[in-house]
C-alpha cells in the first residue's frame, strides 16, 4: 500500500498525522514491511499515538503509546506506641492510607492507597495537583471528638516528583494519638483479613475509630448497632488509644459481631 493509504488506515478518529516512514517492523519473532505512522489528537494533547501498518495487506500490526508518563509518588509513616505509652515512639509505614489528588478546581480526579510498605504512586496525571489527606483509608477512619477540625495533611505535586511524609508533623492530638490508632487498626485488621489463621472478610469495611470519647472517660468499647470503636481518656486510665491491646481488643469485638450475627 501506499505511503497515503496507510496514513488514511493510522488517521482514524479525528487524529491527524504528524510523519511517516516505511521501516522494518519486528514482532514476535517475526519481520514486517511496514508503514510507522505518528498520529496525534489536536484537542488531546495526551494522545499521541504510532501505528505501524503492514505495508503488504493494511492491517494495523501495532499501536504504540507516544506519550512519556512521569511519575508522583511517595511513602506515609507515621510516629506510633508499639504497645503502651510508657515506651518509645518508632516511626511506621502506613499502609491502606487513602492519597486524594484534586484538580485546581478542587476536583476529586484520582484517590491511591498506599501498600503494606507505605508507597503510593501512579503516572495518571499531569501538571500540578493537590494533596489533601486524613488519617483514613479503606479499613478506618480516626476521628477526635475533642476537635472540630480533622488532622489533615496538603501539599501540591507536579510529575515527576516524589514526596514523603510522616504524620508527625502534622498530628497534634495528645501523644499522637489518631495516628496510634490508623496504624493499631490498620494492623489488627490486616491480622484478621489475611489468609492465615483467619480470613474475615466482612470486616472489610471502614471502620470509624473515635478518640477522645466524652471528658475523663475510662472506658474503650465497640457499639455493634454502628460497627465502631471508642475510646477515652481519662487520668485514671490514661489514654486509652495509646495503648495496642484496647485497641485489639475492642476491634475483636467487631470482630465476633460481624462473624456470629
Known amino acids: 500500500i501506499s505511503k497515503y493509504q496507510a496514513e488514511n ?9 504528524r510523519e511517516s516512514e516505511l521501516v522494518i517492523f519486528p514482532k514476535q519473532n517475526s519481520y514486517f514491511l511496514a508503514w510507522k ?3 496525534f ?5 495526551a494522545k499521541s499515538l504510532r501505528a505501524m501498518v503492514d505495508a503488504k495487506t493494511g492491517k494495523i500490526i501495532d499501536i504504540i503509546d507516544l506519550i512519556i508518563y512521569e511519575t508522583v509518588s511517595g511513602t506515609v509513616t507515621g510516629m506510633i506506641y508499639p504497645e503502651h505509652p510508657a515506651q518509645q515512639r518508632i516511626e511506621k509505614p ?3 492510607k487513602f492519597v486524594p489528588f484534586y484538580n485546581s478546581g478542587l476536583d476529586s480526579v484520582l484517590n491511591l492507597t498506599t501498600n503494606r510498605s507505605g508507597e503510593y504512586s501512579t503516572d495518571q496525571l499531569s501538571g500540578m495537583h493537590t494533596v489533601e489527606a486524613f488519617l483514613d483509608g479503606p479499613f478506618v477512619k480516626v476521628i477526635n471528638e475533642d476537635v472540630s477540625a480533622r488532622t489533615k495533611v496538603k501539599f501540591n505535586m507536579t510529575p515527576p516528583e516524589e514526596h514523603d511524609w510522616n504524620w508527625n508533623e ?3 492530638s495528645d501523644g499522637q494519638e489518631e495516628s496510634n490508632m490508623f496504624y493499631h487498626v490498620n494492623l489488627v485488621h490486616d491480622y484478621f483479613t489475611r489468609d492465615k489463621p ?3 472478610s466482612s470486616m472489610d469495611y471502614q471502620i470509624i475509630a473515635t478518640v477522645e470519647v466524652d471528658d475523663n472517660f ?3 468499647f465497640y457499639d455493634p448497632s454502628v460497627g465502631n ?3 477515652g481518656n481519662s487520668q485514671q486510665c490514661g489514654n486509652l488509644a495509646l495503648m495496642s491491646d484496647v485497641i485489639y481488643h475492642e476491634y475483636t469485638h467487631g470482630v465476633v459481631d460481624h462473624v456470629y450475627t
Request: charged share 15%; with cysteine; glycine share 0%.
Open 9 to 17: 488506515i493510522a488517521a482514524k478518529n479525528n487524529m491527524q498525522v
Open 198 to 200: 483467619f480470613n474475615i
Open 41 to 45: 489528537d489536536p484537542e488531546n494533547a
Open 37 to 39: 505512522v505518528d498520529v
Open 170 to 172: 502534622s498530628d497534634t
Open 218 to 220: 475510662c472506658n474503650a
Open 229 to 231: 470503636i471508642f475510646f
Open 94 to 96: 502506613f499502609a491502606n
